[in-house]
């Protein structure tokens, strides 16, 4: 009875192509929900590197800089990441005329700035890389 | 924004607009067009159903066996019995030719598929179908070979209905061909200059001559206040043409129903300018004149285009049925049919039954009524007016002892130079039984001398023979 | 992975069930004809894809909505031609393995491989070569000599010019600034680009050298600043269609096939009227996998095998297939538009509008929006070449969809 098993997968597939459609637009349309944050005017932010669902946890994928910048676990940081290897309080980000220091918070497990782990507070240039454990932002600072 | 950015995203919603409407216009393919290139003869699919169901048969109204099929080796051999009689009204269908004719417009009947094909689907797996269904005709066998042989020799179409039921007994057209012998005949049948393939009673579009005058006496009778008397000179001067009466006849004082009796051409020219042709081609379109007859076979509409504008000589030949006017021979049945049962057009029915392999009836066609052409009164008037014309009028040939017969004869001019010779009518008048239309194509004489006698055999034969 | 599927959230997971019960549909409806050989094709199928999607994961920081909405389409593409023709379908299936490595291979060429945008003499050259390669050496195929038969093997040589005219158009408008020190470089260009239209028309490949001109035209609305030449290339195509249609029977054909095929349905409207029955036939859900009959469809593994689909799968799949190639060209644009680097920008517009212009030519023609034209639809029509390029096209899409100056830091990083 192979003609009743195509009749009810024509539904099947056509269901199933049009779930794989929505799904996509609706991964683009989160993506354009964290692009609009780029169009704004900010000189100064950090980019995220990594692709955000392969991150267990929720995290944008660009934070503009004020004068600073903080992140942790701890719910009143600016970037809050709810991971066990990121400390309550793990680093942060001063600016200082017109120049921005990285600073990390003695975090158990460090910060890296550039693939070395910064013990001091370190002057960040634009296109340097900052790393948490698994996240990698890209400082952006354009003139 | 740049200037480049906002072009591009110019560019991007242009693309996306495309895509739109290829999407839109893939859904108006299946939802409007879709039936309809189906069933084009073309579709290859169309044939692989054939070949596994056994086609329906067709019988005319008493049950004769008209087509059948009948496996032979691995498929299935269409007979025709009746090849020539009934090519327009039943047609065929063969692989290489197409469908036409009942054969392609009852297609899904005959080889019992249904038209939602979701359901058709559901069908096929749970009862695959290997016979399709029967189809019983309106049609009566030996008055359409009557008929048949009655159109001997001549061009033309006949059409004989039952006016009250819009059942057509008799459908007729030569020059016809044999559907048996299609494959070695088709060259030159499709060659033929004659059109033998045209169904000339759905297709032909003739100017009725007189027999139009029927829906300008219906005019004239609505027009209020409106001088029936006249004065019958033998010629009028309409518009800058002169309108002469047949044979130069003049028939002096007469009101409109010596007009009709005698098919005086000046009354109706005259008249028809103080009627207007407004007037008259309300009436015409409520004979289902310039509209689509719903038919179980395709067909033309009339034309009557009074809504153009017509110069007085144009409206006068209009009147007379000449000008612009045209009408296909089941159209003036319809008109004789009304006229005969007190003004109501009937749908025209050729198929009765669609009867099941097991001989369930499946679907009935029934009698619907498409317009009130005319109120009852006034179409007594006429139909009075129209036995007038069989008793002393123009149309004596068709009279039949002991029945009281109402008709109209006409002869139409056209470009060939020969005249079409027309005749309408109806019997018996008080409780009709039958109309007919009749029209000798490029006859070159009146109706009244060749038509008349031709409707006068068939009433005759439907009166004794066919009961309904 | 199978928690992401019960959610019903990942599109991966979803492409995964489609594919593995559309080949166990197959699998039924062959019946009898199954052999190992087969399965084990069909299952490399799967792995190949779900492999490549993870792999492309791992290492390109880029776009992967495109590979993925990609795959969707080969897909589909791929169970409609193994059902229609088993031998055809195991070749398309080897066809779209090396596509995905040459999709892989391209990614990494054009990624390190720097000064892309320097070397326009070199791809102008080569696109006169491959022309002249055509000319003489080229046979006719359905009318048009566009092959080049070397031995048991044949191409298109026009699949491989289509990449390069966009990378002379980006290298062009990359470099804008100096080639407006050349006096009327702009004409230049026109007239290279032109030249090769010629040529193409003359080989009466007219699909492709529309695909030519709309690139050529989107670009330069985007980017070209003299706008007068705009309204010039406007007016050549005017002019030229006259011509083309006046002069070329060939042309004149189409034309007349597009506007009234039933007039000449069983010559020039033959193939457009077939086509337009199957999908006619299919309804919105389709006929069933296996229930139509696609072979009574001209040309049915390249132009047509939309139409087969729309007869088996339905309007509705067809309406989704459409839809993909629309997410696809949005999703390009966006990677230009994100993309800061000027030519790796306008490659990315070149490659969407690319993709763009070719689905909707094909698809226009086979719905009788527009004339039919003898081209693929990319990813789903049957042909090596089609397939090859399209994913060396992907491949450069994928690396404009990474940020460059990233890269200019992870490259500063290593040394």
């Given amino acids: ?143 | 924004m740049s200037k480049e950015i906002k072009r591009i995203i110019l560019a991007l919603i242009v693309f996306c607009s495309c895509f739109v409407s290829l999407i839109v216009y893939i859904s108006y393919i299946q939802i409007f067009q879709g039936e309809t290139l189906k069933n084009n003869s073309y579709n290859k699919r169309l044939w692989i159903n054939e070949e596994s169901i056994l086609r329906g048969s067709i019988l005319d109204r008493n049950g004769k066996t008209l087509v059948y099929s009948e496996k032979k080796g691995n498929g299935y051999i269409r007979n025709y019995l009746y090849g020539r009689l009934y090519s327009h009204v039943i047609g065929y269908s063969y692989r290489e030719y197409g469908k036409s004719g009942l054969e392609l417009q009852y297609n899904n009947a005959l080889l019992n598929i249904n038209e939602n094909a979701a359901i058709n689907e559901i069908k096929n797996l749970v009862a695959p179908t290997t016979e399709g269904n029967t189809i019983k005709l309106t049609v009566d066998h030996e008055l359409q070979s009557k008929v048949r042989s009655l159109l001997k020799g001549k061009k033309g179409s006949i059409v004989a209905m039952n006016p009250n039921s819009g059942e057509i007994y008799a459908m007729v057209s030569i020059p016809d061909f044999d559907v048996s012998n299609l494959k070695e005949d088709w060259k030159e049948i499709s060659e033929n200059p004659n059109s033998p393939l045209l169904n000339r009673a759905t297709q032909g579009l003739y100017p009725p001559g007189s027999t139009f005058k029927l829906i300008t006496a219906i005019a004239a009778l609505e027009t209020v206040g409106l001088d029936e008397s006249y004065d019958c000179v033998g010629s009028a001067n309409i518009g800058g043409y002169i309108f002469k009466d047949y044979g130069e006849n003049v028939h002096g004082q007469i009101d409109l129903k010596e007009a009709l009796t005698k098919s005086c051409n000046t009354y109706f020219t005259e008249k028809a300018i103080q009627i207007g042709k407004d007037k008259i081609g309300t009436v015409a379109d409520r004979f289902m004149i310039n509209s689509k007859i719903p038919f179980d076979l395709p067909t033309k509409s009339s034309q009557f285009p009074y809504r153009e504008n017509l110069g007085k000589t144009e409206i006068a030949a209009s009147a007379i049925g000449q000008g612009k006017v045209l009408v296909t021979p089941l159209n003036m049945a319809l008109i004789g049919s009304a006229l005969g049962n007190g003004g109501q057009v009937v749908k025209p029915i050729l198929v009765k039954e669609i009867i099941s392999k097991d001989g369930k009836v499946l679907k009935t066609n029934s009698t619907e009524i498409l317009a009130q052409g005319v109120d009852i009164i006034r179409a007594n008037e006429i139909k009075d007016m129209m036995v007038e014309v069989i008793r002393s009028g123009t149309g004596t040939n068709a009279r039949i002892k002991n029945v009281k017969v109402a008709g109209k004869t006409g002869t139409a001019e056209n470009s060939s130079g020969k005249n079409h010779a027309w005749f309408v009518g109806f019997a018996p008048a008080d409780n009709p039984k039958v109309a007919v239309a009749v029209v000798l194509e490029e006859e070159g004489s009146t109706g009244g001398k060749t038509a008349a006698p031709i409707a006068r055999d068939i009433m005759l034969y439907v009166i004794n023979n066919i009961n309904d | ?415």
């Fill in chain 1, 1 to 143: 009875m192979y003609n009743i098993l195509a009749i009810l997968f024509k539904y099947i597939f056509i269901i199933i192509i049009y779930l794989f459609i929505f799904s996509i637009i609706r991964l683009i349309y989160l993506d354009i929900k964290g692009m609009e944050a780029i169009s704004s005017d900010n000189r100064t932010y950090l980019k995220l590197i990594n692709r955000t669902d392969s991150l267990p946890f929720k995290i944008k994928e660009h934070y503009s800089i004020d004068d600073s910048l903080t992140l942790g676990r701890r719910g009143d940081n600016h970037i809050v990441v709810k991971d066990p290897y990121v400390s309550k309080e793990h680093f942060q980000i001063i600016e200082d005329e017109e120049e921005y220091y990285l600073e990390d918070l003695n975090s158990a497990n460090g910060t890296y700035l550039n693939g070395e782990r910064i013990f001091d507070v370190m002057k960040l240039k634009d296109g340097d890389i900052i790393r948490v454990g698994k996240i990698e932002f890209l400082f952006v600072s354009r003139e």
């Fill in chain 3, 1 to 415: 992975m199978f928690n992401k599927a019960i959610r019903g959230k990942s599109p991966r997971s979803l492409l995964f069930i489609f594919e593995v019960l559309s080949l166990f549909l197959l699998f039924v409806y062959q019946n009898t004809r199954v052999d190992r050989f087969t399965i084990m094709t069909g299952i490399g199928l799967i792995l190949i894809i779900s492999l490549s999607n993870y792999l492309l994961i791992k290492i390109s920081s880029g776009d992967n909505y495109i590979f993925l909405i990609v795959t969707m389409l080969i897909s589909i593409g791929t169970i409609m031609i193994y059902r229609i023709d088993e031998g055809l379908g195991i070749k398309q299936l080897i066809w779209l393995s090396m596509g995905i490595l040459l999709f892989f291979m391209t990614y990494f060429f054009v990624k390190y491989i720097k000064g892309w945008q320097n070397w326009i003499y070199l791809y102008v050259g080569a696109s006169y070569i491959l022309f002249f390669m055509t000319f003489i050496l080229g046979s006719r195929k359905k009318g048009a000599i566009n092959w080049i038969n070397l031995g048991n093997f044949s191409f298109q040589p026009a699949e491989i010019t289509k990449l390069l005219i966009v990378f002379i158009l980006s290298s062009y408008y990359a470099n804008i600034s100096k080639w407006k020190e050349i006096k009327n470089a702009s004409y230049y260009l026109m007239g290279v680009i032109y030249s090769f239209i010629l040529l193409l028309f003359l080989q009466r490949d007219l699909g492709m050298a529309m695909i030519f001109y709309l690139i050529f035209i989107s670009i330069q609305f985007i980017y070209e600043e003299d706008r007068k030449l705009i309204i010039y290339n406007i007016g050549l195509l005017i002019i030229g269609g006259i011509i083309g249609y006046t002069m070329f029977d060939h042309v004149k054909i189409r034309f007349q096939a597009w506007i009234n095929p039933w007039k000449y349905i069983d010559r020039q409207g033959y193939q457009i009227t077939q086509s337009l029955f199957a999908i006619a036939e299919g309804g919105f859900f389709g006929k069933g996998l296996g229930l139509g009959h696609p072979y009574f469809i001209p040309e049915v593994y390249t132009d047509f095998i939309f139409s087969a689909i729309c007869e088996e799968m339905g309007i509705f799949t067809g309406i989704g297939i459409i839809m993909l190639y629309m997410i696809l060209v949005y999703r390009g644009f966006k990677i230009a538009i994100s993309q800061e680097e000027t030519f790796f920008r306008i490659l990315a517009l070149g490659i969407s509008i690319l993709f763009g212009v070719q689905s909707l030519i094909i698809l226009g023609g086979v719905l009788k929006m527009i004339p039919l034209t003898g081209i693929t639809l990319p990813f789903i029509s049957y042909g090596g070449s089609s397939i090859l390029s399209s994913f060396i096209a992907l491949g450069i899409l994928q690396v404009s969809s990474e940020e460059i100056s990233l890269r200019r830091v992870q490259d500063e990083q290593r040394d």
